[in-house]
């Protein structure tokens, strides 16, 4: 799962998303320094993860990329879910995915004292380009895909993968849709379980 699944499985809670998004750069227990809400969105983060990499639906899916791209098959893959989830965002939310996607980017202006260094730098990128929105469309999801290419150096050449996901796309959909409807459930378990411990 990519950015705006992480966001979207944390609920209403804004510091919750906040600690989801931000998770994968904080490591081991350093996530104890943060205030109790993002806390529980870098803990949920870790849990989606784990149920994610797991799960044999997703690895199926992921299968179709590993001959080719190798260790970045995962990275990719959840970025082409995160498409599934964007262009079926009606089925998720009854808020649209722009008005969605600008009150997250506000919630990181409101909240900027508690980002990582790495969110801070990561933010006029992410909202001038507007990824979020931009995981609904192809031509948006092939641009996220060069951009992460070229933080690796194109080692991986990222954005050719929009020939597996239009060769693959209705299976690929379908994975998708089975997948999260479980992972939802998890998450509201774990989200559960984090606000009683």
């Known amino acids: 799962m990519n950015f705006l699944a992480h966001i979207y499985l944390s609920g209403d809670n804004d510091l919750m998303k906040i600690g989801n998004f931000m998770a994968d750069g904080i490591r081991g227990n350093n996530y104890l320094n943060f205030p109790e809400d993002i806390k529980k969105g870098i803990l949920l983060h870790r849990?989606?993860?784990?149920?994610t990499d797991a799960h044999p639906t997703y690895r199926k899916s992921k299968h179709r990329l590993h001959e080719k791209y190798g260790h970045y098959a995962g990275v990719i893959m959840d970025i082409l879910y995160d498409h599934f989830l964007a262009k079926n965002w009606h089925h998720y939310s009854s808020d649209p995915l722009d008005n969605y996607a600008d009150r997250f980017y506000q919630s990181l202006k409101d909240n900027y004292e508690v980002l990582t260094e790495k969110t801070k730098g990561m933010m006029p990128y992410m909202m001038a380009r507007n990824w979020l929105l931009s995981y609904a469309t192809i031509a948006g999801l092939e641009m996220i895909l060069f951009q992460m290419d070229h933080r690796?150096?194109?080692?991986?050449?990222?954005?050719?993968?929009?020939?597996?996901?239009?060769?693959?796309?209705?299976?690929?959909?379908?994975?998708?849709?089975?997948?999260?409807?479980?992972?939802?459930?998890h998450c509201l378990?774990?989200?559960?379980?984090?606000?009683?411990?």
């Open 47 to 51: 849990a989606i993860d784990t149920f």
């Open 152 to 185: 690796t150096k194109n080692r991986a050449h990222m954005q050719e993968a929009i020939v597996e996901l239009l060769e693959y796309y209705s299976d690929l959909e379908s994975e998708f849709t089975s997948f999260f409807a479980e992972l939802q459930k």
């Open 189 to 197: 378990e774990k989200i559960n379980a984090l606000n009683n411990s």
